[in-house]
């Protein structure tokens, strides 16, 4: 079932790829490739590959997609960072944030990213509901963040003296990485606390996507597993983090998919494979209208009682997972409105400069056929807001209000 999704990302790179190596002869401008320098020559292998593998070719015309890349190459192409300043420029008018250029340093640490571990100092950002600071969710264990002291809550106001206001949540994060050695000082105000300037060391820093624990409660034995990615050893840990559970004696186990952004479609997929017998886990969509269901094997790494927590920050492949266990009926989702991030990107490399581009090529629904691009999955029960700031934590009211509903699920008869 993986299989088949991850064939098809594959053949969708692939032909574009090829049509892309044409395209670099078959201009249909009057020029030869021979006349293309090289940063001219990536702004065409860009709208070839975009041009074959877009999810939404009608798309092209209403934007004039031909005539935009002739005018991306009349601009002024001396260099690789007037090719992507050129390549941006043409993607913009696609109106989807999700098919975008990768420079190369933003390519290499997505692809870091999918193997479960990143260059950086180890915090995970994000910013709360209806306000625009920028703050600390949790730093990662064993990061050079956690060991400077730094904790959940904390604004981050300043990174190599450049204010997060001006610099936004995402090229925030990417300020925050680099290369391993380097260092990065950052401004950051404690909660209740003053404010301080923290000089911190890059290194490779594990993600600990997956992490899991026996909670015991009103008598009963309880699994809590967070995934918080889905990289590619995500199914071999989690399925590793059930048997341990199932070993200790779990009676329900609490799935919390938390600020978990997505990552791996096929590892999403895979999860939902341990966790659903043979029940459909999403239906995709090509270019071509074409449908594909997705089904679970026969079978499952586990079978009882669970609860899945979600909240604004649970998007694309965690919103696969949480829709196919609420629709079969699975599991009932705690906590806050999904994200809604219903489009599935495939990653692709750029010619030898290490650049990359993300291009959409699918759209999914749930198994009941709910379309969530933009509108998220509602949960079976919304839990009180603000939500708690550290998921897992010690004050985390929503995992307490998680496993009440489950210890008093499991003392009713039958």
């Known amino acids: 079932m993986a299989q088949r999704l991850r064939r098809f990302l594959l053949k969708q790179a692939k032909n574009a790829a090829a049509l892309a190596l044409c395209g670099l002869v078959l201009l249909g401008m009057g020029a030869s490739a021979s006349a293309l320098n090289d ?14 593998s877009y999810v939404d070719p009608d798309r092209f015309d209403t934007i004039h997609w031909k005539r935009l890349r002739q005018k991306a190459l009349e601009r002024p192409i001396q260099s690789s960072t007037d090719a992507y300043d050129a390549i941006d420029w043409m993607l913009a008018p696609i109106g989807d944030p999700y098919t975008r250029l990768l420079r190369p340093s933003d390519f290499t640490a997505l692809k870091a990213s999918t193997q479960g571990s990143v260059s950086g100092v180890g915090l995970q950002l994000g910013i709360p509901k209806n306000d625009t600071a920028i703050v600390v969710i949790a730093p990662l264990e064993g990061s050079p963040a956690a060991e400077a002291g730094i904790v959940s809550g904390s604004e981050l106001l300043r990174v190599d003296g450049t204010p997060t206001a001006d610099l936004g949540l995402e090229s925030t994060a990417a300020r925050l990485r680099g290369q391993a050695g380097t260092t990065v000082l950052l401004e950051v105000l404690p909660p209740g606390g003053r404010l301080r300037e923290v000089e911190l060391r890059r290194r490779q820093v594990d993600l ?11 008598g009963h034995k309880l699994g809590y597993l967070r995934i918080t990615q889905f990289a590619e050893p995500v199914p071999q840990q989690v399925a590793e983090s059930l048997a341990q559970l199932q070993q200790q004696g779990m009676e329900a186990l609490v799935l919390d998919l938390r600020n978990n952004s997505g990552g791996l479609v096929s590892a999403g997929l895979a999860v939902a494979d341990q966790l659903l017998d043979g029940a459909t886990i999403v239906e995709t969509r090509n270019r071509d209208g074409f449908s594909d269901p997705q089904q679970a094997n026969r079978g499952l790494l586990y079978g009882g009682p669970m609860l899945t927590l979600v909240n604004s920050g649970t998007a694309s492949a965690s919103e696969i997972l949480a829709g196919a266990l609420q629709d079969d009926a699975r599991s009932s989702l705690l906590g806050g409105r999904t994200f809604g991030k219903g489009l599935i990107q495939t990653l692709i490399g750029l010619g030898g400069d290490g650049s990359g581009l993300a291009v959409t090529v699918a759209r999914y629904v749930t198994p009941n056929g709910r379309d969530i691009q933009n509108l998220g999955i509602e949960p079976d029960r919304l839990l009180p807001q603000p939500e708690p700031l550290e998921p897992g934590g010690a004050e985390d009211s ?17």
């Open 398 to 414: 929503w995992l307490t209000a998680a496993v009440q509903q489950l210890t008093t699920q499991l003392e009713q008869p039958g």
């Open 39 to 52: 940063g001219q020559q990536l702004v065409v292998e860009s709208w070839r590959l975009v041009n074959q």
């Open 208 to 218: 600990l996507p997956v992490r899991s624990r026996l909670i015991e409660a009103a």
